[in-house]
């Protein structure tokens, strides 16, 4: 059962446009949404994360966005870069649960064309 | 260490045999997480340990799957009886606090992982 579905397997944008990746979650109980960067061969690495009681969170040129009605996430990067190409995972929580479990989405593979 | 360490980095086993994946988090990281990724899926959870207690296992797959966490630091996931399913990428991170609550990123660094091949 897939709390957090990342539909989209890849994506393939130009270099200087603008890449959107999609998130979907299905438990209400998640408060703290974030996306994760992964290269190959490493572990991922934190990119940005998001409140349920924000709708919008931007670092440079990473915004996420945040529809809680709609139990939607979206990760905005503009403009693309080469260096953008890896994989990116939203994962979500809630502070109801003692432990900061984390629940990841399958990845999305971005591919940025120079 | 800066970083939270696991060996080895990959590993290549027999269907049958056992095999332990070593971590080592982060000096003072009172929160260690294991979590799996197998080919084409996303980061599967397994198990937390907070201090040298797991109060969450309930993403190990089987009997087959076992950890332990010693001295609040280094921590080793024991699969015994591989099978050629368990082939994934192990992923350990740790964490400083016992929640999230307070940190951007959630306080979660991931180690770079073990690959486990079953032949």
């Known amino acids: 059962d897939q709390q957090v579905k990342q539909n989209s397997p890849s994506l393939s944008v130009q270099e200087g446009r603008i890449s959107i990746l999609n998130c979907d979650y299905t438990?209400?109980?998640?408060?703290?949404f974030l996306w994760y960067k992964k290269y190959p061969a490493e572990g991922p690495t934190f990119l940005i994360s998001?409140?349920?009681?924000?709708d919008k969170n931007e670092d440079g040129r990473f915004t996420v966005f945040l529809n809680k009605s709609a139990k939607h996430l979206s990760l905005h990067i503009v403009p693309s870069q080469p260096g953008d190409s890896a994989v990116y995972f939203c994962?979500?929580?809630?502070?109801?649960?003692?432990?900061?479990?984390?629940?990841f989405g399958k990845g999305i593979t971005l591919s940025v064309r120079p | 260490g800066a970083g939270v360490s696991q060996s080895p980095s990959n590993k290549v086993t027999e269907k049958g045999k056992d095999v332990e994946l070593r971590c080592d988090p982060i000096?003072?990281?009172?929160?260690l997480y294991w979590y799996r990724q197998s080919l084409g899926q996303g980061l599967e959870f397994l198990i937390y340990?907070?201090?040298?207690?797991?109060?969450?296992k309930s993403g190990l797959p089987s009997d087959r799957f076992s950890a332990e966490r010693t001295g609040g630091s280094v921590s080793t996931l024991t699969i015994q009886r591989t099978q050629q399913e368990d082939s994934a990428v192990y992923l350990c991170?740790?964490?400083?606090?016992?929640?999230?609550?307070?940190?951007?990123?959630?306080?979660?660094?991931f180690g770079s992982g073990t690959r486990l091949t079953v032949v």
């Open positions: 991170a740790s964490s400083s606090r016992l929640s999230g609550r307070g940190f951007s990123n959630y306080g979660y660094t």
């Open positions: 438990n209400s109980m998640f408060d703290y």
């Open positions: 998001i409140s349920s009681i924000k």
């Open positions: 994962a979500a929580s809630d502070f109801t649960g003692a432990n900061s479990k984390l629940t």
């Open positions: 000096s003072g990281h009172t929160a």
């Open positions: 340990f907070q201090g040298n207690s797991a109060p969450d």
